[in-house]
Nanobody, 120 residues
Framework: QVQFVESGGGLVQPGGSLRLSCAAS????????MGWYRQAPGKPRKLVAG???????NYADSVKGRFTISRDNAKNTVYLQMNSLKPKNTDVYYC??????????????WGQGTQVTVSS
């Protein structure tokens, strides 16, 4: 079973930047399509950005041009560079691997997430 450990969150002022990291266990990380997700209390998780095993990326409309997802298969790690942050980006962020055709069809394995708070 793949496990995920997210890090890099914190408190940042509007307009600031953060770089999130997600370290995955297991030797087959490179074959997975990976995604970053956000979740507010009591609400479903939403896709923020995804990257396929072939490094094709896609983004939620709200973050296009500001966020960049990347991966380092040698380190079993996926990153999310977050620039020009806005208060509405505040949430807990998680990573996971897609196991089906939908970016919401994910492995049943969730890390603790990393809190991103954008506030002045």
């Amino acid at each position: 079973q793949v496990q995920f450990v997210e890090s890099g969150g914190g408190l940042v002022q509007p307009g600031g930047s953060l770089r999130l990291s997600c370290a995955a266990s297991g030797s087959i990380f490179s074959v997975y399509d990976m995604g970053w997700y956000r979740q507010a209390p009591g609400k479903p998780r939403k896709l923020v950005a995804g990257i396929t095993s072939g490094s094709v990326t896609n983004y939620a409309d709200s973050v296009k041009g500001r966020f960049t997802i990347s991966r380092d298969n040698a380190k079993n790690t996926v990153y999310l560079q977050m620039n020009s942050l806005k208060p509405k980006n505040t949430d807990v962020y998680y990573c996971n691997a897609r196991q089906g055709s939908s970016w919401l069809d994910l492995l049943n394995s969730w890390g603790q997430g990393t809190q991103v708070t954008v506030s002045s």
